[in-house]
């Protein structure tokens, strides 16, 4: 993309979000049909019917984020930031993309780690208590 005129890459860029936008709503859709049968497995108010709905409020984030980075992955020479910019202008919605990727220290601060841990030990205990193993989930 480098070698193209600057016309030219900007009608590459807008194909390539057209492509994204278009099977985005696709991949969406068929995932939250999918989580919603799964949750019918679940009593409401459980851990995993609590996770399937929490994938599913995130479903076209990270299809998006998913698609985005294949997209950079594929076309080498895309420039990440061109590409987020002319997906919202496709899209007509604004995405909080991480599309640079990165290690994950760089990608999560140190605060937000330790939330997060805070978070799963809470996952875990609530687990506990309903009486399950929870060494069972790690193998």
């Known amino acids: 993309m480098l070698s193209l005129s600057e016309s030219t ?11 994204i936008f278009k099977h985005k709503g696709m991949i969406a859709k068929s995932e939250m049909s999918r989580l919603a049968r799964e949750r019918l497995f679940f009593q409401p108010n459980s851990i ?12 076209e984030a990270d299809t998006t984020d ?7 992955h594929i076309v080498k020479q895309a ?4 590409l987020q910019e002319e997906y919202t202008r496709v899209s007509g919605t604004t995405i909080g993309a991480d599309i ?16 997060l841990l805070v978070e799963w030990k809470k996952v875990l205990i609530e ?9 069972a989930l790690f193998t």
């Open 79 to 82: 420039n990440a930031h061109k």
């Open 48 to 59: 995993q019917y609590k996770r399937l709905v929490d994938q599913s409020r995130r479903v």
């Open 127 to 135: 687990y506990e208590k309903s009486g399950k193993d929870v060494e």
């Open 100 to 115: 640079e990727g990165g290690t994950i220290e760089e990608r999560v601060p140190e605060n937000r780690a330790h939330e």
């Open 9 to 19: 890459q900007a009608a590459a860029y807008t194909s390539l979000c057209e492509i």
């Open 66 to 72: 998913n698609l985005m980075k294949m997209a950079l």
